[in-house]
């Protein structure tokens, strides 16, 4: 079988690793790119999130500022805008937060599913598929270039 060596100082390593679930020893390349394709989404994902709630909070200072502008200068202001900032903050932290304890739950019972399974005999498909991989992915090393 075919050994690709990929340095482990590259982008692709890195979104494999730290933002799939790739473990360097082992080592196909379908498992590899599949974890880096992952990793990839996550960090669009998170970026996307993490965009979100940086506009929502400096939306919110600057209804702030406006607030206190307007208090000072003794004008009249009615803060709707800031209502709302506040609610649509309250109801994404709380999908953010069903979401990541819904991954943490759904992860641990697939875990605890492959625990179990660990002992018993492969199935004709998983013979098929294992036998399928083998011909197909090919192995991939790491180079120490950190």
């Known amino acids: 079988m075919k050994t690709i060596n990929l340095k482990n100082n590259s982008w692709h390593y890195f979104l494999a690793v730290t933002m799939g679930n790739f473990r360097a020893g082992s080592g ?6 599949r974890n ?3 990793g990839f989404v996550l960090t669009v ?3 996307a999130v993490a965009g979100f709630f940086g506009s929502a909070l400096l939306a919110g200072l600057a209804n702030i500022v406006l607030l206190a502008y307007h208090f000072f200068a ?3 202001y009615v ?3 800031f209502l709302a900032f506040g609610t649509v903050l309250l109801t994404a932290i ?6 990541v304890v819904a991954f943490i739950f759904i992860k641990d019972k697939l875990d605890d599913r492959a625990l179990a399974n ?11 598929y294992q036998s399928f991989k083998d011909k197909v992915c090919f192995k991939v090393t790491f180079n ?3």
Do not use: Q, R, W
């Open 28 to 33: 196909d390349f379908c498992s590899y790119v």
């Open 36 to 38: 880096v394709i992952f």
């Open 45 to 47: 994902m998170l970026s």
């Open 74 to 76: 003794g004008t009249a």
């Open 79 to 81: 803060a709707p805008a």
């Open 94 to 99: 709380s999908i953010v937060a069903a979401l």
């Open 118 to 128: 660990e002992g018993k005999p492969d199935s004709f498909v998983k013979s098929a």
């Open 144 to 146: 120490g270039d950190k």
